[in-house]
């Protein structure tokens, strides 16, 4: 096992930069011991993250995206999660092994996050304020005057209007995309070296997603703030991401910048993901969907975890191991038949 961390380890280095990077996980796995079996919800992710780059995480629902990073953040639930290997260093700290503290003083920090449906994140019995500037009394130890103050700057930055009087307000008193500012301005007001988006746009109209987006990439500029951008949504990827990395089944089957990877997809199932997407279909033609269902992680899978839903795969495909291979630099995948030059 230490063989193949290293090799995963030194892959992902090797295929990115020769720049020791600002963020490097090798070989997490992360696993949930339930009384159906250990659900195996990421199983050996390897990547790494440069200052000010933006990494786009893909795959659809259930491919391990987000307890990914909420692992990275110790966000999981011991029991029944369990972190049963792996690295993750941040500017030298290891995130899965320092102590509490140590975490403590990172998490809110150095790295913020935008969870999963903001708009029910906001506690409905606090006022705005009250949350916006906890994360500034905690870490920066102002005072409470001074901290209100750069709340209503924040609050103004993100786009809300009448920012003094608003910051008083409770949360049902603000639409959806409102909130969805507060908790974007919350995650950016210690002014994070690492920003984990975790598909802040869901379920919003597209002229809100879109400018919730550009405050994003605004507020990445301005902090050369790294950003990690979880979706299932590949248009928002291939406008606002540096690299992407495709998930599946708890593992990554692909990873390139991002132009490499919608230009010259490699893997079935990066190319699959493409031409699911409804704006790529012919007009009056039945929408494309990938056939069958992903995989049950709670039962082990030695081979290719797409294999079953493949128009490629052959008999050894369903039998032999996989792993991350680069096919030039920066662009890594890991199907059999690619990686033998037969598709």
């Given at each position: 096992?230490?063989?193949?961390?290293?090799?995963?380890?030194?892959?992902?280095?090797?295929?990115?930069?020769?720049?020791?990077?600002?963020?490097?996980?090798?070989?997490?796995?992360?696993?949930?011991?339930?009384?159906?079996?250990?659900?195996?919800?990421?199983?050996?992710?390897?990547?790494?993250?440069?200052?000010?780059?933006?990494?786009?995480?893909?795959?659809?629902?259930?491919?391990?995206?987000?307890?990914?990073?909420?692992?990275?953040?110790?966000?999981?639930?011991?029991?029944?999660?369990?972190?049963?290997?792996?690295?993750?260093?941040?500017?030298?700290?290891?995130?899965?092994?320092?102590?509490?503290?140590?975490?403590?003083?990172?998490?809110?920090?150095?790295?913020?996050?935008?969870?999963?449906?903001?708009?029910?994140?906001?506690?409905?019995?606090?006022?705005?304020?009250?949350?916006?500037?906890?994360?500034?009394?905690?870490?920066?130890?102002?005072?409470?005057?001074?901290?209100?103050?750069?709340?209503?700057?924040?609050?103004?930055?993100?786009?809300?209007?009448?920012?003094?009087?608003?910051?008083?307000?409770?949360?049902?008193?603000?639409?959806?995309?409102?909130?969805?500012?507060?908790?974007?301005?919350?995650?950016?007001?210690?002014?994070?070296?690492?920003?984990?988006?975790?598909?802040?746009?869901?379920?919003?109209?597209?002229?809100?997603?879109?400018?919730?987006?550009?405050?994003?990439?605004?507020?990445?500029?301005?902090?050369?703030?790294?950003?990690?951008?979880?979706?299932?949504?590949?248009?928002?990827?291939?406008?606002?991401?540096?690299?992407?990395?495709?998930?599946?089944?708890?593992?990554?089957?692909?990873?390139?910048d991002t132009r490499s990877l919608f230009y010259n997809p490699k893997h079935p199932y990066t190319q699959a993901l493409q031409k699911s997407i409804p704006a790529n279909q012919a007009k009056g033609k039945e929408l494309f969907t990938i056939k069958g269902l992903p995989p049950d992680v709670s039962k082990p899978l030695p081979s290719c975890p797409f294999a079953p839903r493949c128009d490629f795969a052959v008999e050894r495909c369903l039998t032999e191991p996989i792993s991350l291979t680069a096919l030039s630099e920066g662009h890594a995948q890991a199907c059999l038949r690619v990686q033998?030059?037969?598709?």
């Amino acid at each position: 096992m230490p063989h193949l961390v290293n090799d995963r380890f030194n892959l992902i280095i090797q295929t990115h930069s020769h720049a020791m990077p600002f963020l490097t996980v090798a070989d997490l796995r992360t696993y949930f011991h339930t009384r159906s079996g250990v659900v195996r919800a990421v199983d050996g992710v390897s990547f790494s993250l440069q200052r000010g780059e933006t990494l786009g995480i893909v795959g659809e629902s259930g491919s391990g995206k987000s307890v990914t990073c909420y692992s990275m953040m110790g966000l999981i639930a011991q029991p029944p999660g369990k972190i049963e290997s792996g690295t993750a260093f941040f500017d030298g700290v290891d995130l899965l092994n320092c102590s509490p503290a140590q975490a403590r003083s990172i998490r809110g920090k150095r790295i913020s996050m935008i969870f999963q449906d903001p708009m029910t994140s906001l506690n409905p019995y606090l006022r705005i304020g009250e949350q916006l500037i906890e994360p500034l009394l905690i870490h920066e130890k102002i005072s409470h005057k001074d901290a209100i103050k750069r709340g209503i700057e924040m609050l103004e930055a993100v786009g809300i209007n009448d920012a003094a009087s608003r910051i008083s307000q409770y949360p049902h008193e603000f639409s959806g995309g409102m909130r969805q500012r507060v908790m974007i301005a919350m995650a950016l007001i210690t002014k994070p070296e690492l920003l984990i988006a975790d598909e802040p746009t869901t379920a919003l109209d597209v002229t809100v997603q879109a400018q919730i987006l550009e405050l994003i990439s605004k507020m990445q500029k301005e902090l050369n703030m790294a950003v990690i951008f979880i979706t299932h949504d590949l248009a928002v990827v291939s406008g606002l991401c540096d690299r992407v990395q495709v998930m599946y089944a708890g593992r990554i089957l692909e990873t390139a910048d991002t132009r490499s990877l919608f230009y010259n997809p490699k893997h079935p199932y990066t190319q699959a993901l493409q031409k699911s997407i409804p704006a790529n279909q012919a007009k009056g033609k039945e929408l494309f969907t990938i056939k069958g269902l992903p995989p049950d992680v709670s039962k082990p899978l030695p081979s290719c975890p797409f294999a079953p839903r493949c128009d490629f795969a052959v008999e050894r495909c369903l039998t032999e191991p996989i792993s991350l291979t680069a096919l030039s630099e920066g662009h890594a995948q890991a199907c059999l038949r690619v990686q033998a030059k037969e598709i």
